[in-house]
């Protein structure tokens, strides 16, 4: 069941200047969150940040009720949810969103390009409780859009591609040596710009593997109520927030 | 408790806030937020005769206190509703009504007549307004003669309270309200979208995939209001007004204005309660007042 929910800021961490976490804490005990789902936060008293803001859940605490979201500052609202202090409310609707799809067996390559890196915390616990092995390959332009890479760890093998070279290997991502073993993996999933995850979902494709993947479209509710964040499927058009935002590459129309 | 009912044609309306179509799903997707319930009626997405996938995404810019759609009617078909959704909420104790859309005179009517076998569906609110499809939509809502020509073929086959709703994308919003009360309608609803546009200066392109859209959210709450208001001094039959509407307040200005009823849009995203708080406000605002029927409400505007 979805909620709206008046939280509070526990705190947030700054990974960089560009990048943080914000913890919130929620009024009651946490609803069921699945690897995948996000929540629309609502950014209160700015004329320019009129519609809520999703964010996908990075982690979660039931002993605590406490929900993390990773935030990369890209506009008025991501900046100004950056200057929130503890105790301040935060106005959250959520869990939103379907779920990434666990195999019956690994191992499996997590993907993450840029800021794609936020639904796999979620994602790799609940693939370590099923005994499933997890391999990272994560991109970014430099070393500062390599974040989170310590906890990543904590669940299988990470690797690094950098487009300058200032950490892992130079390149991006699909240029990877990974892809060499992709025979290896079962499932892929990927999460980070379009381009990207079209070109990991044609890798996929032509080695015949299962590949999710989670997307980002521009939404005005995130509940299923408005169409705006309509991706196109072989069945028909259909919602990111609600259908999605994981998706399977073979559902989608892309030209892989 | 003040009386917050009101009469709109033959629908008794349990309070003044409706939800506006294309921002309220069918209903459903706000189930988990509040008790359906304890609203007036549900104007649910826009139907066609025949399933639409509606335009390409991108489909939606943000603007300063507003945004910018273009959904362009995306919906399974009347059909598909009647046979899929209305079951689901027929028994709802709010009054479900389908704003009806078609490209010619004949889809409008295909689609009315479909909608008049419904039990449950007290009243249809006929769209001659949405500015994101080629055909049809607005080009019907935007010249006397046309609108009266599909509302009269509508009426012709509608038992029900047939309310039409009104584009401001018009000169005279006035004249177009004036035809379609000739032509029979019960009611008007406005306003549907504005047409507009937004632009990404750093790609040099626009930002939906249709170049314009319809906005909607406070931006237009001002035009909304003086159309509701030259609206209601023009014609007889009630108006339900809407643009913009995010609290009671708001709702208090547009009933003044001279709207009997309201419908809530772009707030449903943003709190998708705020139609329940909009109720509570409007009761609170009575009491304060002192006011004992919204009635005395409808068009009070003191202008003195
Ligand atoms: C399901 C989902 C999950 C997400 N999860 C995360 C997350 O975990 N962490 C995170 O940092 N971000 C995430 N995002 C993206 C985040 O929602 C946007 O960065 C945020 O809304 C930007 O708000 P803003 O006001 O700062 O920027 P704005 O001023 O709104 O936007 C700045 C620029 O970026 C563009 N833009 C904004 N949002 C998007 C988008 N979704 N797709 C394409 N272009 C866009 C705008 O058009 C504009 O040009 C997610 C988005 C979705 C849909
Ligand atoms: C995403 C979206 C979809 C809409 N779809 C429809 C529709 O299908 N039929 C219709 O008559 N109006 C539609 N509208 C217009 C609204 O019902 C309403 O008239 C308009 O948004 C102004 O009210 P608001 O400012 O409160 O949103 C839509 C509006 C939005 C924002
Ligand atoms: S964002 Fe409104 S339906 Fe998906």
Same mark, same amino acid.
């Given at each position: 069941?979805?909620?709206?929910?008046?939280?509070?800021?526990?705190?947030?961490?700054?990974?960089?200047?560009?990048?943080?976490?914000?913890?919130?804490?929620?009024?009651?005990?946490?609803?069921?969150?699945?690897?995948?789902?996000?929540?629309?936060?609502?950014?209160?008293?700015?004329?320019? #940040?009129?519609?809520?803001?999703?964010?996908?859940?990075l982690?979660?605490?039931?002993?605590?009720?406490t929900?993390?979201?990773?935030?990369?500052?890209?506009?008025?609202?991501?900046?100004?949810?950056?200057? =929130?202090?503890?105790?301040?409310?935060?106005?959250?609707?959520?869990?939103?969103?379907?779920?990434?799809?666990?195999?019956? &067996?690994?191992?499996?390559?997590?993907?993450?390009?840029?800021?794609?890196?936020?639904?796999?915390? =979620?994602?790799?616990?609940?693939?370590?409780?099923?005994?499933?092995?997890?391999?990272?390959?994560?991109?970014?332009?430099?070393?500062?859009?390599?974040?989170?890479i310590?906890? *990543?760890?904590?669940?299988?093998?990470?690797?690094?591609t950098?487009?300058?070279?200032?950490?892992?290997?130079?390149?991006?991502?699909?240029?990877?040596?990974?892809?060499? &073993?992709?025979?290896? *993996?079962n499932?892929? *999933?990927?999460?980070?710009?379009?381009?990207?995850?079209?070109?990991?979902?044609?890798?996929?494709?032509?080695?015949?593997?299962?590949?999710?993947?989670?997307?980002?479209?521009?939404?005005?509710?995130?509940?299923?109520?408005?169409?705006?964040?309509?991706?196109?499927t072989?069945?028909?058009?259909?919602? #990111?927030?609600?259908?999605?935002?994981?998706?399977?590459?073979?559902? =989608?129309?892309?030209?892989? | 408790?003040?009386?917050?009912?009101?009469?709109i044609?033959?629908?008794?309306?349990?309070?003044?806030? @409706?939800?506006?179509?294309?921002?309220?799903?069918?209903?459903?997707?706000?189930?988990?937020?509040i008790?359906?319930?304890?609203?007036?009626?549900?104007?649910?997405?826009?139907?066609?005769?025949?399933?639409?996938?509606?335009?390409?995404?991108?489909?939606?810019?943000?603007?300063?206190?507003? @945004?910018?759609?273009?959904?362009?009617?995306?919906?399974?078909?009347?059909?598909?509703?009647?046979?899929?959704?209305?079951?689901?909420?027929?028994?709802?104790?709010?009054?479900?009504?389908?704003?009806?859309?078609?490209?010619?005179?004949?889809?409008?009517?295909?689609?009315?007549?479909?909608?008049?076998?419904?039990?449950?569906?007290?009243? @249809?609110?006929?769209?001659?307004?949405?500015?994101?499809?080629?055909?049809?939509?607005?080009?019907?809502?935007?010249?006397?003669?046309?609108?009266?020509?599909?509302?009269?073929?509508?009426r012709?086959?509608?038992?029900?309270t047939l309310?039409?709703?009104?584009?401001?994308?018009?000169?005279? %919003?006035?004249?177009?309200?004036?035809?379609?009360?000739?032509?029979?309608?019960?009611?008007?609803?406005?306003?549907?979208?504005?047409?507009?546009?937004a632009?990404?200066?750093?790609?040099?392109?626009?930002?939906?995939?249709?170049?314009?859209?319809?906005?909607?959210?406070?931006? %237009?709450?001002?035009?909304?209001?003086?159309?509701?208001?030259?609206?209601?001094?023009?014609?007889?039959?009630?108006?339900?007004? @809407?643009?913009?509407?995010m609290?009671?307040?708001?709702?208090?200005e547009?009933?003044?204005?001279?709207?009997?009823?309201?419908?809530?849009?772009?707030?449903?995203?943003?709190?998708?309660?705020?139609?329940?708080? %909009?109720?509570?406000?409007?009761?609170?605002?009575?009491?304060?007042?002192?006011?004992?029927? %919204?009635?005395?409400?409808?068009?009070?505007l003191?202008?003195?």
């Open positions: 069941m979805k909620k709206v929910s008046d939280c509070t800021v526990n705190q947030i961490i700054w990974l960089n200047e560009n990048n943080f976490l914000l913890e919130l804490i929620a009024p009651d005990s946490l609803p069921d969150i699945r690897p995948g789902n996000f929540a629309e936060l609502r950014i209160d008293d700015s004329r320019d #940040v009129f519609l809520r803001r999703p964010f996908t859940i982690e979660t605490d039931k002993t605590n009720n929900i993390r979201f990773f935030i990369k500052i890209i506009g008025a609202g991501t900046r100004k949810l950056g200057t =929130l202090s503890e105790g301040d409310q935060v106005n959250m609707i959520f869990p939103l969103g379907n779920s990434f799809s666990i195999p019956v &067996k690994g191992p499996v390559l997590i993907v993450g390009g840029g800021s794609g890196i936020a639904p796999f915390i =979620l994602l790799a616990k609940e693939l370590q409780n099923q005994g499933i092995p997890i391999t990272f390959l994560f991109g970014g332009r430099t070393h500062q859009e390599i974040l989170l310590d906890q *990543y760890k904590a669940f299988g093998e990470v690797f690094i950098t487009e300058d070279g200032s950490a892992g290997e130079k390149g991006v991502v699909t240029q990877h040596s990974v892809f060499n &073993k992709i025979a290896n *993996y499932m892929i *999933y990927a999460c980070g710009p379009e381009p990207m995850m079209k070109a990991i979902g044609n890798i996929a494709h032509h080695h015949n593997k299962s590949c999710e993947v989670s997307l980002e479209n521009m939404m005005a509710c995130g509940f299923g109520a408005c169409l705006c964040c309509i991706v196109e072989k069945s028909g058009n259909q919602r #990111v927030c609600t259908e999605g935002p994981v998706f399977n590459i073979n559902d =989608l129309t892309w030209q892989i | 408790m003040a009386d917050l009912s009101v009469k044609g033959d629908l008794q309306l349990k309070n003044p806030v @409706m939800t506006a179509s294309g921002t309220f799903g069918f209903g459903e997707e706000f189930a988990d937020f008790d359906l319930n304890r609203l007036a009626g549900i104007v649910v997405k826009g139907l066609t005769p025949k399933l639409r996938e509606g335009n390409p995404y991108p489909r939606m810019a943000e603007t300063a206190s507003g @945004m910018l759609n273009t959904v362009g009617l995306q919906n399974r078909g009347v059909d598909y509703f009647i046979n899929h959704i209305y079951p689901r909420i027929k028994d709802l104790d709010t009054h479900i009504i389908v704003n009806v859309n078609g490209s010619t005179v004949e889809e409008y009517i295909e689609v009315t007549k479909k909608i008049n076998k419904l039990a449950n569906v007290p009243a @249809m609110e006929l769209n001659i307004s949405c500015p994101n499809v080629k055909e049809g939509g607005m080009a019907f809502g935007v010249s006397c003669p046309s609108a009266m020509a599909v509302t009269k073929a509508v012709e086959v509608y038992d029900r309310i039409v709703k009104l584009s401001p994308n018009v000169t005279a %919003i006035d004249d177009i309200a004036i035809a379609v009360e000739e032509a029979g309608a019960d009611a008007v609803s406005l306003v549907n979208t504005f047409l507009g546009m632009i990404d200066a750093e790609k040099q392109k626009p930002i939906l995939s249709t170049i314009t859209g319809g906005l909607s959210g406070p931006a %237009i709450k001002p035009i909304a209001l003086r159309m509701v208001w030259q609206v209601s001094q023009a014609v007889e039959i009630p108006v339900i007004g @809407m643009g913009g509407i609290d009671a307040t708001d709702a208090i547009f009933i003044l204005a001279g709207a009997s009823a309201i419908q809530v849009g772009t707030a449903n995203f943003i709190d998708p309660q705020v139609s329940v708080k %909009i109720i509570e406000g409007i009761d609170e605002y009575l009491e304060q007042h002192d006011i004992d029927s %919204i009635a005395e409400l409808v068009g009070a003191n202008i003195d």
